[in-house]
Each structure stands twice: as C-alpha cells, then as structure tokens.
C-alpha cells in the first residue's frame, strides 16, 4: 500500500511547471552527447557498430529520461537539487566522452559513469521523499536501477561481443521498468497511478531535447562544410536539402506536439505519459540522431549504397515510429498518414538497395525529404481542422 502522501521539503512547488536553469543547464551535456552517438553510428556503419549505438544511445537515452523525471518532482531552487544535477551532468559528461571507445578501453568508464547516475538519483529520492508515495516508489526504481548498473560495470569486464548482449540486457531491465511497475518480489510494485506528474513540464523538457537532436544536425553539417577542402555545388545543394528536411520535421513535431496541439492536450494520465515521453520521444530523438549521420554520408560519400540508403530510411521510419506511439499514448488514435510515410520508405529504400551503384545517392534523398514535407503538411493541415 502507498505511504502517508506527505509534502518533503525538497518538492516541487504546486504549480511551478517552468523548465528551471539548472534543467537547461544539465541538457547542454546532451548535446555533446548526441553528437558522440551520431559519429559512433558514422564510423561504425555496420550490423554491429549498429546494434552497439543503439544500446549506447539507449542507456544515454534513459539517464536522460529518469533525470527529466526526477525534475519533475524536485525543486529546482534547492541547493542540494542544484548539486545533484551537476553531479549527473558529470557523470553524462564522463559517458559522452567514453562513448565512442566505449566496446573498448572506455566501457569501464562508460559503466561506472551510467550505474552512479541511475543508482545515485533515485537513491537521493528515496532519502530526500521520505513520508511521500514517491519514497516507496523510488525505493522499487532503485532495485531495478541498481540490476541494470551492475550488468553494466560487469559488462564492461568482458570481450566486446559479450559485452554487448550483457549491456543489451541491462538496458532491457531499464525499459521494462515501468512496463512492469518496478515490481520487485517481496517489495510489491508501483501502480502508474502512484506517479504524480507535472504534464506540461515534462512535455516541455521532452521538446526541447527533440530540439537539441535537431541541432545537432546542423552542428554536423556545419563541421562537415568547413572540412570539406573544396565546396562544390553538389554539397552546397546536399546542405540545403538536409536543411529543408530539418525544418520539416520540426514543424512536424511542433505540429503534433508542440503547445495547443490537438495530442499535446490529450490523455493527461501518467500512463499515457510514460507512453509519449520515455518511449516514443526516445524513439524521435534516435530518428533525429540516424537523420543527422544520414546528412554526413550525403555530404563525405555521395554514392548509393547499403550504408546511405538505410541511414536516409532509417531515421525518418524512427521518428514515425515514435510519432505513432506518441498520438496513441495522448490520442488513442493514429493518421493514417504515418502508415503510408512508412511504407512509402520501406519501399524506396528496397527499390534503392535493388538498384545499388545504378541509382544517383540524391535520389533517396529527395524521395525521403518529399516524405518529411509531406508528413509536415498533412500534420499541420490536421491540426488546423481540429
């Protein structure tokens, strides 16, 4: 059963939904982190190096996602938040700068540096929510957070092969938490309904990380061009697309998502965030990672192949992906727009892999920047009917 619902001190004030300094303070780390994850992915074009980004990106992703919740509750003008923000800046710092050798001599790092973040925070919770449902909440988090953390440090003990299915699974047991409500034998669990929620401040921290993901790819395609020792024409054109398809799925999101969206003012319960928020806005920033890596190749290896082909599909499938599970998370209902996007992708990118070398690389490009447009206009017209 839940805990006497007594106010700690360290709580958030009632009504306080502003997006605090600190919080955008502690996001800065993101973005260098963002950009570890798409040079991984860059460099490592393939199965694997694949499959080791996105369990890299996953346990990023989650530290960043129990940190936002954390803020939920915590005030942001106590000393002691303050402090426990920089130390999970810190620690995000220190996993950004391992990442890329991180299924090499960095995965020690990487390891020590996600298990303090993913123990630290919620064990500050459970201390600093004494006397509020909060405390017995955090107290099961701690459990499963602790489980994911010691599969990482042992991970990072081991070849990279076997690492990767270790850390593969501790990042399982991460997302699975609250699927199955941290339910731990013995202990009990946490009902979604345990979960006080500010709604418009965790919409709001979760729109302005889709941002930096977005940023990101400027960043790159920045970099890129200054690298590059001649800027031709070819690249000049690649730039301006890739920024075109930028402001597409901008206007995409904020069509969707953004403040009096018709999904933004949907299903306001905990479940329903948990749905939009952890899961589907993870699913738009990965989108937005793969988009950005996608706008490098167009950029530094413009021929068609497997690599260009499925980075161009890839990310734009993501973002629909995590589209998808956000409407049905706030709406209980999907366009059917999302569905032909889709499969309007999938086809192209078969065709472009059947076609090889044949096929100028602009092509998919063109054909996936015509589907984010698309999808833009459709969303916004959508938007306005309602």
């Known amino acids: 059963m839940t805990t006497q619902d007594t106010r700690p001190r360290l709580m958030r004030p009632a009504g306080d939904s502003e997006v605090a300094p600190?919080?955008?303070?502690?996001?800065?780390?993101?973005?260098?982190?963002?950009?570890?994850?798409?040079?991984?992915?860059?460099?490592?074009?393939?199965?694997?190096?694949?499959?080791?980004?996105?369990?890299?990106?996953?346990?990023?992703?989650?530290?960043?996602n129990y940190s936002a919740w954390a803020m939920n509750y915590l005030d942001p003008g106590r000393t002691s938040v303050r402090?426990?923000?920089?130390?999970?800046?810190?620690?995000?710092?220190?996993?950004?700068?391992?990442?890329?050798?991180?299924?090499?001599?960095?995965?020690?790092?990487?390891?020590?540096?996600?298990?303090?973040?993913?123990?630290?925070?919620?064990?500050?919770?459970?201390?600093?929510?004494?006397?509020?449902?909060?405390?017995?909440?955090?107290?099961?988090l701690l459990v499963w957070s602790t489980a994911?953390?010691?599969?990482?440090?042992?991970?990072?003990?081991?070849?990279?092969?076997?690492?990767?299915?270790?850390?593969?699974?501790?990042?399982?047991?991460d997302i699975a938490g609250p699927r199955a409500e941290y339910r731990v034998p013995g202990l009990g669990r946490t009902p979604m309904t345990d979960w006080p929620v500010d709604l418009e401040h965790l919409a709001e921290r979760n729109r302005l990380v889709f941002i930096i993901a977005l940023g990101e790819s400027i960043l790159i395609m920045g970099f890129t061009l200054t690298d590059l020792e001649v800027v031709t024409p070819y690249a000049v054109l690649i730039t301006l697309l890739g920024f075109v398809g930028l402001v597409a799925l901008w206007w995409s999101y904020f069509a969707l998502a953004g403040h009096g969206s018709r999904a933004g003012a949907g299903d306001a319960s905990v479940r329903a965030?948990?749905?939009?928020?952890?899961?589907?806005?993870?699913?738009?920033?990965a989108g937005a990672v793969v988009f950005a890596v996608a706008i490098e190749l167009h950029l530094t290896h413009p021929e068609n192949g497997p690599a260009l082909v499925?980075?161009?599909?890839?990310?734009?499938?993501?973002?629909?992906?995590?589209?998808?599970?956000?409407?049905?998370?706030?709406?209980?209902t999907v366009g059917r727009s999302r569905y032909v996007a889709a499969a309007v992708l999938v086809v192209a990118a078969t065709a472009a892999l059947a076609a090889g070398h044949?096929?100028?690389?602009?092509?998919?490009?063109?054909?996936v920047l015509a589907?984010?447009?698309?999808?833009?206009?459709?969303?916004?017209?959508?938007?306005?009917?309602?």
């Open 148 to 173: 994911a953390s010691v599969l990482f440090v042992a991970g990072a003990f081991l070849p990279p092969v076997a690492r990767l299915v270790v850390w593969a699974l501790a990042v399982a047991v």
């Open 83 to 140: 402090l426990l923000n920089a130390g999970l800046m810190l620690a995000a710092l220190g996993m950004a700068l391992a990442l890329p050798a991180a299924f090499g001599g960095g995965g020690l790092l990487f390891a020590l540096c996600f298990a303090t973040a993913q123990i630290g925070r919620p064990l500050f919770l459970v201390v600093t929510m004494r006397g509020h449902v909060l405390a017995r909440n955090y107290r099961l």
């Open 358 to 367: 044949a096929l100028p690389a602009i092509a998919i490009g063109l054909v």
């Open 310 to 332: 499925l980075t161009s599909v890839g990310g734009p499938l993501l973002y629909i992906a995590g589209n998808t599970l956000y409407l049905r998370g706030r709406t209980g």
């Open 371 to 386: 589907v984010v447009v698309a999808l833009a206009v459709v969303t916004e017209l959508a938007e306005r009917r309602a």
């Open 273 to 285: 965030a948990r749905a939009a928020f952890a899961y589907a806005h993870g699913l738009m920033v």
């Open 22 to 64: 600190v919080e955008l303070f502690f996001d800065l780390v993101y973005v260098f982190a963002i950009v570890q994850v798409s040079h991984t992915l860059l460099y490592h074009l393939t199965p694997v190096g694949a499959l080791e980004t996105a369990v890299l990106f996953a346990a990023v992703w989650w530290l960043w």
